[in-house]
């Protein structure tokens, strides 16, 4: 079992102080948090990408490299790499680069993206989402297994004799996991290729999740990589601890109320019961985390969001530290007879 | 047979509740069924979420799938500056895409001026077409002025005679779940 943290570079300001940090410290932050992450025992750190604002992360590869400098042992992962919007021949070159210097800790979540301005930034149109993130994977496949490609498409320039370079680190392709919080196109993909999947149901109630995760799992088996309980599953959650219950509740709601994404919706205590949101005690998030193997089956990535919404750098690394101190030990623990093990660079070489 | 009988009134009692009693008990009439009514009212704060959190509360969901479920649908609004009220929109937009298609629907609405009759076709109509509901002939606006009138209740039968009509000969579709009955990857694949 796999956990890590994820995060997408959101600058957001911090209700209680009314400041946000500038685009330089956020981005230097990202780096502290993920060193941080590995100091604390995490195992994955993922980062985002996203070419709008409030957030700074258009180049995730950027910063993983640099993350890759001042670490090593944590996995590098995205939450997530566009499949839509970036050339897969530039996909395969950045990420098989990474790779070596990151001595093959490097594995990416694909996305599609969800925001119809962004498509155009890169020549490209929404409405072909699904098919750009076909016809782009098929493409991004070949070119890190085969060491020359022909290829023709739909959506761009044909290739000829084209070997993407770097080749991928000791000939093993990074891991990819197939990220979609509602296209079951996209689980289906994941099944097909027998890859993982990942799906963020932070935000979202579990049924809706289970229904993803459930048709990733037949898909997998139906397209010959194994029985539906081999498939390869990553979840997310989001987390704010403090030793007391109410102190952590009291302390995180206004972050909630001014959150773009959940402020002037249900209440914290009704989101609480009805997503993953976890806002209390350490033994309540460890609670609610273990919930999640009832709810989906053994997994093998569990991701935690706890660096967004304007919290200020300093409680971040104080919540990493709780993290590491209260709740990592108990969930490795309660979690260690989870199988299988999440595909790594080394278990995919031999 | 199962009818969802949806009314967006806001007062209590409610005269749009009433029509879509009445509406009910002529369907029910020309052809025995099971109704289950809908009071939107008792909804809206769930509406608002379901919009802003991008998902339907467990008190919601209850509600959006027995329409879904359901044979044949009657919907009735008061009419609000010149269309449905906000409350009755924000129903529809938080109903699953397919599910009314190809459903039989009859549509009504109050009003307190006979000026407003036009909503019927003007808003309800194009709206459910939108939807690819099967919207019945006869709709009922009622006007202050028609509780007193005389016509009214054949008005109501016709329309409710309508709809039972429709939903008795009508094999109830089910909208197709992408989950159940996923794509087939070779067809992405291919481009279809």
């Known amino acids: ?350 | 047979m199962k009818l969802a009988v949806v009314s967006a009134g806001l007062s209590q009692p409610s005269s749009t509740r009433l029509l879509a009693d009445r509406l009910a008990a002529a369907t029910v009439r020309a052809e025995e069924m099971d109704v289950e009514t809908i009071d939107l009212r008792g909804h809206a704060h769930h509406l608002v979420d379901a919009m802003l959190s991008g998902f339907a509360s467990q008190d919601l969901k209850p509600v959006l799938d027995s329409v879904a479920e359901a044979d044949g649908l009657i919907a009735v609004t008061p009419t609000y500056a010149s269309s449905y009220s906000g409350l009755f929109k924000s129903f529809v937009d938080v109903l699953d895409e397919e599910a009314v298609a190809g459903k039989p629907v009859l549509i009504g609405a109050t009003g307190g001026t006979a000026r407003h009759s036009l909503v019927l076709d003007y808003a309800l109509r194009p709206l459910f077409t939108y939807l690819k509901a099967i919207v019945v002939p006869t709709g009922v606006y009622v006007a202050s002025e028609d509780w007193a009138g005389t016509t009214l209740a054949a008005r109501i039968d016709r329309a409710g005679a309508e709809l039972a009509r429709e939903m008795a000969g009508r094999e109830k579709t089910v909208a197709a779940d992408p989950f159940t009955d996923p794509v087939s990857f070779e067809d992405l694949l291919g481009g279809r």
């Open chain 1, 1 to 350: 079992m796999q956990f890590g943290i994820f995060g997408v570079g959101d600058i957001a300001v911090d209700p209680w102080t009314g400041r946000s940090p500038s685009e330089h410290e956020r981005i230097r932050n990202m780096v502290e948090v993920a060193v941080k992450a590995e100091e604390i025992g995490m195992d994955v750190v993922a980062v985002g990408e996203h070419h709008n604002r409030p957030f700074v992360t258009s180049s995730p590869t950027t910063i993983l490299g640099y993350i890759a400098a001042r670490t090593s042992r944590i996995i590098l992962s995205t939450s997530v790499t566009l499949i839509t919007t970036n050339d897969p021949v530039k996909i395969a070159e950045d990420f098989a680069t990474l790779q070596h210097l990151a001595d093959g800790r490097v594995d990416l979540m694909l996305g599609r993206g969800n925001t119809g301005p962004v498509y155009p930034w890169f020549g490209k149109d929404i409405r072909d989402g699904i098919a750009l993130a076909v016809e782009n994977y098929a493409l991004l496949h070949r070119l890190w297994r085969e060491d020359v490609v022909d290829w023709e498409g739909k959506h761009r320039t044909p290739l000829q004799s084209f070997t993407a370079t770097p080749r991928p680190l000791d000939g093993v392709p990074p891991f990819v996991w197939h990220g979609s919080i509602r296209s079951p196109e996209i689980a289906v993909q994941a099944g097909y290729y027998g890859d993982g999947f990942f799906h963020n149901n932070i935000f979202w109630p579990k049924e809706h999740t289970k229904r993803m995760i459930d048709l990733y799992r037949g898909q997998f088996e139906r397209y010959g990589h194994g029985p539906a309980g081999q498939a390869i599953v990553g979840l997310g959650g989001q987390t704010f601890m403090r030793r007391e219950s109410q102190d952590a509740i009291e302390e995180f709601r206004p972050y909630f109320d001014n959150s773009p994404v959940y402020g002037g919706g249900p209440s914290l205590e009704q989101t609480m019961r009805e997503t993953p949101l976890s806002v209390g005690s350490p033994q309540e998030v460890i609670d609610r985390t273990l919930r999640f193997r009832e709810d989906f089956g053994d997994y093998q990535r569990q991701l935690f969001n706890v660096d967004g919404m304007g919290l200020p750098h300093k409680v971040v690394l104080e919540q990493l530290d709780i993290m590491g101190e209260e709740v990592l030990p108990v969930l490795r623990r309660e979690f260690a007879s989870m199988r299988p093990l999440a595909p790594t660079h080394e278990s995919r070489k031999s």
